[in-house]
């Protein structure tokens, strides 16, 4: 795995080409469809899966393109039952 240096870090804040990644993993069965994740996304692509039911009966929430995330961990932050872990790259 390719570790940022200090010099990728201050690229990505300065609006530089490399853009920082990261992956989002749903344990969705324990999803209780409460919404929160997907208001504190900043590239906007948490949302919750009107197509699914988990096995608490609700729709849980999931990634509409998960090659956008950016690893900020907000989504996994807020998330009231730790539904959420991010890895970063
Ligand atoms: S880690 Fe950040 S960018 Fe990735 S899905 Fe969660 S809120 Fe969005
Ligand atoms: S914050 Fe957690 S429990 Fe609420 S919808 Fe998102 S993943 Fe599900």
Known sequence: MEKNTNSDYESIIRGGSKVAKGKAIFNEDICKGCELCTTVCPVNIVAMQK??????????????????????TNCALICP????TVERY
């Not at 197509?51 to 509409?64: A, E, F, M, Q, R």
């Not at 039952?81 to 959420?84: E, L, P, T, W």
């Open 51 to 72: 197509d699914k039911i988990n096995v608490k009966g609700y729709h849980p929430s999931g990634l509409t393109d998960e090659e956008k995330c950016v690893g900020c």
């Open 81 to 84: 039952d730790c539904v959420i």
